[in-house]
């Protein structure tokens, strides 16, 4: 098993800056890509960004230019720095990976529990 936990959620004013943290630990063999996702009420799940253990990333389209997704490899952990944020940005923020255990050579999609990060206009 794979647990996935979210730290770094909260309230900030738009245009403020907030940096979300994901760290996995378990019985981890390797893990594949790592990234974001978020739901706002109402609405469906959405990407935010991933990043390969390659350093590879994609972004969704509203966050290019003011999220940025990083990793690192050794912790087991990714990060999302969010600048310039918006009040359309507010959503429980998930964390996601795609990882292999020791005890499975089957690679599944792991979810952290969320954080909620809310922007005031």
């Known amino acids: 098993q794979v647990h996935l936990v979210e730290s770094g959620g909260g309230l900030v004013q738009a245009g403020g800056s907030l940096r979300l943290s994901c760290v996995a630990s378990?019985?981890?063999?390797?893990?594949?890509?790592m990234g974001w996702y978020r739901q706002a009420p109402g609405k469906q799940r959405e990407l935010v960004a991933t990043?390969?253990?390659?350093?590879?990333?994609n972004y969704g389209d509203s966050v290019k230019g003011r999220f940025t997704i990083s990793r690192d490899n050794a912790k087991n952990t990714v990060y999302l720095q969010m600048n310039s944020l918006k009040p359309e940005d507010t959503a429980v923020y998930y964390c996601?990976?795609?990882?292999?255990?020791?005890?499975?050579?089957?690679?599944?999609?792991?979810w952290g529990q969320g954080t909620q990060v809310t922007v005031s206009s």
């Open positions: 996601n990976a795609e990882a292999v255990t020791v005890h499975n050579p089957i690679e599944y999609d792991y």
């Open positions: 378990g019985s981890i063999f390797s893990i594949n890509a």
């Open positions: 990043i390969t253990s390659g350093g590879s990333t």
